[in-house]
Protein backbone atom coordinates (compact mmCIF):
# COMPACT_ATOMS: atom_id res chain seq x y z
CA UNK A 1 0.00 0.00 0.00
CA UNK A 2 1.12 3.18 -0.40
CA UNK A 3 1.86 5.84 1.69
CA UNK A 4 -1.25 7.89 1.67
CA UNK A 5 -1.76 8.01 5.00
CA UNK A 6 0.63 8.87 7.72
CA UNK A 7 -1.08 7.44 10.44
CA UNK A 8 -0.72 3.93 10.12
CA UNK A 9 1.25 3.50 13.40
CA UNK A 10 -2.33 4.12 15.15
CA UNK A 11 -3.90 1.49 14.26
CA UNK A 12 -4.47 -1.16 17.02
CA UNK A 13 -7.42 -2.49 16.12
CA UNK A 14 -8.06 -3.45 12.66
CA UNK A 15 -11.09 -6.53 13.41
CA UNK A 16 -14.37 -6.00 14.23
CA UNK A 17 -16.10 -7.02 17.16
CA UNK A 18 -17.60 -10.34 16.87
CA UNK A 19 -21.05 -8.67 18.20
CA UNK A 20 -21.56 -4.85 17.71
CA UNK A 21 -24.44 -3.19 19.31
CA UNK A 22 -24.38 -0.09 17.66
CA UNK A 23 -22.95 3.66 18.24
CA UNK A 24 -21.52 3.90 22.25
CA UNK A 25 -23.00 7.41 22.23
CA UNK A 26 -26.37 7.17 20.83
CA UNK A 27 -26.98 3.90 22.69
CA UNK A 28 -26.23 6.28 25.88
CA UNK A 29 -28.91 8.74 24.72
CA UNK A 30 -31.36 6.49 22.98
CA UNK A 31 -30.44 8.29 19.78
CA UNK A 32 -30.58 6.53 15.76
CA UNK A 33 -27.26 5.98 13.28
CA UNK A 34 -27.31 5.42 10.24
CA UNK A 35 -24.07 3.70 9.15
CA UNK A 36 -21.70 2.54 11.89
CA UNK A 37 -17.42 2.97 12.17
CA UNK A 38 -14.62 1.42 14.34
CA UNK A 39 -11.85 3.51 15.80
CA UNK A 40 -8.85 2.42 14.57
CA UNK A 41 -7.14 2.61 17.51
CA UNK A 42 -9.23 2.52 20.64
CA UNK A 43 -11.92 -0.06 18.67
CA UNK A 44 -15.17 1.29 19.92
CA UNK A 45 -17.99 1.89 17.51
CA UNK A 46 -19.32 5.04 16.42
CA UNK A 47 -21.99 6.72 14.00
CA UNK A 48 -20.94 7.89 10.04
CA UNK A 49 -21.13 11.61 8.84
CA UNK A 50 -25.01 10.20 7.69
CA UNK A 51 -26.20 9.73 11.03
CA UNK A 52 -27.67 12.83 13.26
CA UNK A 53 -24.80 12.67 15.92
CA UNK A 54 -22.03 11.72 13.21
CA UNK A 55 -20.45 10.80 16.34
CA UNK A 56 -17.51 9.37 14.75
CA UNK A 57 -16.11 12.57 13.31
CA UNK A 58 -16.78 13.67 16.98
CA UNK A 59 -14.53 10.60 18.75
CA UNK A 60 -12.16 11.96 16.07
CA UNK A 61 -12.01 15.67 17.34
CA UNK A 62 -12.27 14.40 21.04
CA UNK A 63 -9.84 11.75 20.71
CA UNK A 64 -7.38 12.55 18.10
CA UNK A 65 -7.59 8.78 16.55
CA UNK A 66 -7.23 9.58 13.05
CA UNK A 67 -8.47 6.63 11.57
CA UNK A 68 -11.78 4.62 11.33
CA UNK A 69 -12.59 1.96 9.76
CA UNK A 70 -16.28 1.08 8.63
CA UNK A 71 -18.54 -0.73 10.54
CA UNK A 72 -20.60 -2.13 8.04
CA UNK A 73 -21.47 -5.49 6.72
CA UNK A 74 -18.69 -6.50 4.31
CA UNK A 75 -17.13 -2.94 3.90
CA UNK A 76 -13.28 -3.26 4.73
CA UNK A 77 -12.69 0.25 3.52
CA UNK A 78 -10.98 2.26 6.10
CA UNK A 79 -10.43 6.71 6.15
CA UNK A 80 -8.04 8.71 7.73
CA UNK A 81 -9.87 11.92 9.45
CA UNK A 82 -6.43 14.03 9.08
CA UNK A 83 -5.43 12.83 5.42
CA UNK A 84 -8.92 12.66 4.21
CA UNK A 85 -7.95 9.33 2.25
CA UNK A 86 -9.98 5.97 2.21
CA UNK A 87 -7.72 2.80 1.83
CA UNK A 88 -7.81 -0.50 3.35
CA UNK A 89 -6.33 -1.97 6.22
CA UNK A 90 -7.83 -5.57 6.10
CA UNK A 91 -7.07 -7.61 3.18
CA UNK A 92 -9.89 -10.59 2.65
ZN1 LIG B 1 -3.55 9.54 8.02
ZN1 LIG C 1 -23.75 7.92 17.38
ZN1 LIG D 1 -10.77 5.89 19.15
Not at 20 to 33: A, M, N, P, Q, S
Amino acid sequence: MAAVCEHIDHIQVTELPEQIEGCVDCLKTGDRWVHLRMCHECGEIRCCDDSPNQHATKHFHASSHPVMRSAEPGEVWSWCFVDEVAFRVVAD
